[in-house]
């Protein structure tokens, strides 16, 4: 879309009106771009949040869930449950 507003722009050069509608239309896509690309990277960020929560919290029961076991015998047992 910006190359054929550049081709626009080169074959329409000479007319102001026409080139000041063309160079606002770049404007606004370019903008447009922006924002897409920013919403992508919010939601990236989101989803990485949310995924270190997750992470967090399994690491914390399961920090939790081992220290009540009282012999290498229950490790042992309780290891092959979360592998």
């Known amino acids: ?3 054929q507003l550049e081709e626009l722009e080169s074959q329409f050069s ?3 009106e ?10 606004e896509l370019l903008e ?3 924002a897409h690309k920013q919403s ?6 989101r989803r990485s949040q949310s995924l270190l929560t997750a992470a967090n919290r399994l690491l914390e ?3 939790r869930r081992t220290t009540r076991l009282q012999s290498q015998d229950e490790l042992n047992a309780f290891l ?3 592998l």
């Open 40 to 45: 992508l990277l919010d939601d990236r960020q």
């Open 14 to 16: 000479q007319h102001d």
């Open 61 to 63: 029961n399961l920090q």
């Open 80 to 82: 092959p449950l979360i």
């Open 18 to 27: 026409f080139l000041d509608d063309i160079l606002s239309k770049r404007e």
């Open 1 to 3: 879309m910006l190359v």
């Open 32 to 34: 447009t771009f922006e």
